[in-house]
Nanobody
Framework: QVQLVESGGGLVQAGDSLRLSCAAS????????MGWFRQAPGKEREFVAA????????YYADSVKGRFTISRDNAQNTVYLQMNSLKPEDTAVYYC???????????????????WGQGTQVTVSS
């Protein structure tokens, strides 16, 4: 069984930065792509970023490109989301997830992820 635990959320002002972490249990972490999704109040959960199993390829939603950076440390079974220049519209619960596939074209699709964390709240005030 895989467990994912997010941390690092909080309340910040517009323009600030936050770094989210997601610690994974299990010995297969390095074999799978990982992703970050978010869900704002009253909205559907949406893709934010994904990273290949090796960390060599990254993918971003247009809304965060240039501001967010996803990375991973396979030795520590951890994936990160560095969020800079935060905006009020970034306010959401952020979830990390482990993909069930390494196909790049599948990584933006929520249904391709098999394990999810409990989420961490990020609130950006204006």
């Amino acid at each position: 069984q895989v467990q994912l635990v997010e941390s690092g959320g909080g309340l910040v002002q517009a323009g600030d930065s936050l770094r989210l972490s997601c610690a994974a249990s299990g010995r297969t972490f390095s074999a799978y792509a990982m992703g970050w999704f978010r869900q704002a109040p009253g909205k559907e959960r949406e893709f934010v970023a994904a990273i290949s199993w090796s960390g060599s390829s990254t993918y971003y939603a247009d809304s965060v490109k240039g501001r967010f950076t996803i990375s991973r440390d396979n030795a520590q079974n951890t994936v990160y989301l560095q969020m800079n220049s935060l905006k009020p519209e970034d306010t959401a619960v952020y979830y990390c997830a482990r993909s069930g596939t390494n196909r790049p074209e599948a990584l933006m699709l929520e249904y391709n992820y098999t394990y999810w964390g409990q989420g961490t709240q990020v609130t950006v005030s204006s």
